[in-house]
């Protein structure tokens, strides 16, 4: 057990609509980071939060929005879904200081019909 | 921007044996860190092995160590007396910024799967 908590582990919708998914990082860590992976293939780095500031963006589309709270729990919402947004989506935390790696959560199955 | 390349999609291995799955990365940063990840079918994310760029020596964590070679920019995983339970997806990744950890991303490759024959 990692210690980072995502919620749903899956969820199954139709397209156009939208979705949150929700993250709670390891207790006192305060950068949490979101990441897709398409069926087969690597993990893309979406976004970035670091004590409810957005830190670092990566390839996240328009459609797809993120914040941090203040308990430090994260949300990514997803809207206007289309047929390949389905994946599975890793939520990520880490301490600072560190030593390098990130605690990845069991990720939520985003299926769209 | 930071790249980890993979150059192997697939590779398998007979129980008991030993491979070596290969990563380089391209960056033009001297402080950082690389990690080798392992998704079982579970598809959790778990860490493997951590290596400092700093640090000369090679990282070994049990049956798992690296060969890092910084100046070539290579870091691959050896995996001796392979199990039946080492067989899933291998990804390599890059961190920049030890001195910053915590602060950045990871930067993955495509990942390697590996197999294991009984």
């Known amino acids: 057990d990692s210690g980072v908590t995502q919620t749903p582990k899956h969820l199954i919708t139709a397209t156009g609509q939208r979705v949150t998914l929700r993250c709670s990082p390891r207790?006192?860590?305060?950068?949490v980071y979101w990441y897709q992976q398409s069926l087969d293939q690597g993990l893309q780095f979406l976004i970035q939060y670091y004590n409810g500031e957005e830190r670092a963006k990566g390839n996240i589309l328009e459609r797809f929005s993120a914040q941090q709270f203040p308990d430090l729990h994260s949300e990514l919402n997803l809207s206007s879904l289309e047929l390949g947004d389905s994946a599975l989506y890793f939520c990520?935390?880490?301490?600072?200081?560190?030593?390098?790696?990130?605690?990845f959560g069991e990720g939520s199955r985003l299926t769209v019909l | 921007a930071q790249t980890v390349t993979q150059s192997q999609p697939e590779m398998s291995v007979q129980e008991a044996e030993t491979v070596t799955l290969s990563c380089t990365y391209d960056?033009?940063?001297?402080?950082?860190?690389l990690f080798w990840y392992k998704q079982p079918p579970s598809r959790q994310m778990i860490l493997v092995i951590r290596q400092e760029a700093y640090k000369q020596q090679n990282a070994t964590e049990n049956r798992f160590s690296v060969n890092f070679q910084k100046a070539a920019k290579s870091f691959s995983l050896k995996i001796s007396d392979s199990q039946l339970g080492d067989a899933a997806m291998y990804f390599c990744a890059y961190r920049s910024g030890a001195r910053l950890a915590g602060n950045t991303p990871l930067v993955f490759g495509k990942g390697t799967r590996l197999s294991v024959i009984a």
């Open positions: 960056t033009s940063e001297s402080d950082y860190y």
């Open positions: 207790s006192g860590d305060l950068s």
């Open positions: 990520a935390s880490s301490a600072y200081p560190s030593t390098g790696e990130l605690f």
